[in-house]
């Protein structure tokens, strides 16, 4: 009897440190969480970021990497899509979708400083309004997920201006970023079906 507990005590025990550590490793691959972004800054009816770049589109499923590309290069560093891809980690296994964390990783690779928040349309426009581009995550639950970097709005308008790494084409003409999205469509995909990483945006900083 007294083994026949001793086994499954073991077995207890093992049971516990193999879900510890993939629990464990579940947690260190999200981390960071988003933080709750406080009360957003005093911003412009209107503002685009107009500091030259170039629209790269990008292979399946590798949106984080070409969106990581358009801000470092907003920063003034000569970078590409491909070649970012190549080095980032914190890939999922199959399709090649990286996590928030491996943008957030990558940026502190060049020095930048890089958050992660869970904010509302007016945490974005401050943001941008400070001259930097933010990047976003939409979607829909697991079905899909895609990265893109706000660079400007238009409150009269209601409208948003993103770059899109998934466009063919430049479809805002002379209006900033290759894609114009209304705002209460943008709020749709933004609450995008994940519970924690709904509402998220990732802003970049010296």
Known sequence: MNVKLSKFKRKHIISIILFSLILGFILYV???????AGTPGEYPPIYYITKINKFEQQPPNQCAAYTTAYVLRSFGQEVTGEEIYKRMSFKIPISGYILPKGIITFMKTYGLKSEIYKGNLSNLKSKVAEGNPV???IGKGLYWQHYMTLVGFNDDKKELYFYDSK?????NNSIVGNR????EYFMELWENGLPIFNRVYISVSK
């Open 30 to 36: 999200l981390a960071p969480f988003p933080k709750k």
């Open 135 to 137: 990047i976003v995550l």
């Open 167 to 171: 466009r063919t084409k430049d479809e």
């Open 180 to 183: 114009s999205m209304a705002e």
